[in-house]
């Protein structure tokens, strides 16, 4: 699946017609989001930063994820992805952020979050941060390739 241009195209769109600068916060897909997004010319005009948190480690330091959460939900996690993008909010000048953080495999999985678990966060300044939970299927490139899509596609859907 080839990441469509049309919905990078949106994206931009959305956030230049609402003045939003944004945010990531990756862990599985190791800056994809970024990557894709600054692939069109004049990104400064609505990408602030990108973090990408992979271990434990830096999503405590980067985006102050807490020991807590990371502890009783998993670095896999609605509660994980949400912290991720609310840090991500408060660690920058951006006003919208997404958060990614999944298994891309082939390892990593439990029979709990087997491979291809993936879990998103579209958050908003004095908006209601908004999580979602997938379970894609394919090899590592294409898990997180799904990855990417979604998360584009959640954060069109959180900007309308």
């Known amino acids: ?21 944004l945010a990531t916060a990756e862990s599985c897909t190791g800056g994809w989001v970024a990557q894709v997004i600054t ?4 990104s400064s005009e609505w990408f602030e930063r990108g973090f990408v ?20 939900y998993g670095a896999v996690s609605d509660q994980t992805a949400r912290a991720m993008a609310e840090g991500a909010l408060t660690h920058s000048h951006a006003q919208v952020a997404l958060a990614i953080t999944g298994i891309a495999g ?9 491979v291809g678990t993936v879990c998103f966060a579209w958050a908003a300044k004095k908006r209601d941060t908004h999580s979602r939970k997938h ?7 294409a898990v997180r390739r799904q990855a990417v899509v979604t998360a584009l596609q959640g954060l069109l859907d959180f900007l309308s």
């Not at 692939?39 to 004049?42: E, H, I, K, P, R």
């Not at 082939?106 to 087997?114: A, D, I, L, Q, R």
């Not at 379970?135 to 490139?141: L, M, Q, S």
């Open 106 to 114: 082939p390892s990593g999985g439990t029979p709990e979050k087997p």
């Open 53 to 72: 948190a992979y271990t434990n480690l830096a999503k405590r330091e980067m985006l102050g994820v807490s020991t807590t959460i990371l502890s009783r």
């Open 39 to 42: 692939s069109v010319a004049g």
């Open 1 to 21: 699946m080839e990441i469509d241009t049309l919905l990078i195209r949106e994206v931009v769109h959305a956030l230049k017609r609402q003045g939003l600068m």
């Open 135 to 141: 379970v894609f299927t394919g090899d590592r490139e």
